[in-house]
């Protein structure tokens, strides 16, 4: 079982910056991803980031502002969020996809480890 927890997230000014990080257990390298769900909305893809290429993938929304990336640990990655507008505030959680699995970055539905999630929260 990969376990996934985050850290970051908090509170920042619309057009502030804000970094959530994130770890997976295991030795072999995942497919990772960040998706958010703001209140009374589904969850909805952010960001992902493939287990052998480090290949990137954005929601439209946020190309251009947030920027995933693979620390020097195979399974950790971190989401740079700027330009932070108050659409952005949401619980965000990190996700891993299964190992030796890589595909449908986008669908929820496809990454079986999933952390506690972590609050954002975007002040006008």
């Known amino acids: 079982q990969v376990q996934v927890v985050e850290t970051g997230g908090g509170l920042v000014q619309a057009g502030g910056s804000l970094r959530l990080s994130c770890a997976a257990s295991?030795?072999?390298?995942?497919?990772m991803a960040w998706f958010r769900q703001a209140p009374g909305k589904d969850r909805e893809f952010v960001a992902a980031?493939?287990?052998?290429?480090?290949?990137?993938y954005y929601a439209d929304s946020v190309k251009g502002r947030f920027t995933i990336s693979r620390e020097n640990a195979r399974n950790t990655m971190t989401l740079q969020m700027s330009s932070l507008k108050t659409e952005d505030a949401a619980v965000y959680y990190c996700?891993?996809?299964?190992?030796?699995?890589?595909?449908?970055?986008?669908?929820?539905?496809?990454?079986?480890?999933w952390g506690g999630g972590n609050q954002v929260t975007v002040s006008s």
């Open positions: 996700a891993a996809q299964r190992p030796n699995y890589d595909g449908g970055y986008f669908n929820v539905m496809l990454y079986d480890f």
């Open positions: 295991g030795r072999t390298s995942l497919t």
């Open positions: 980031i493939t287990r052998n290429t480090d290949t990137t």
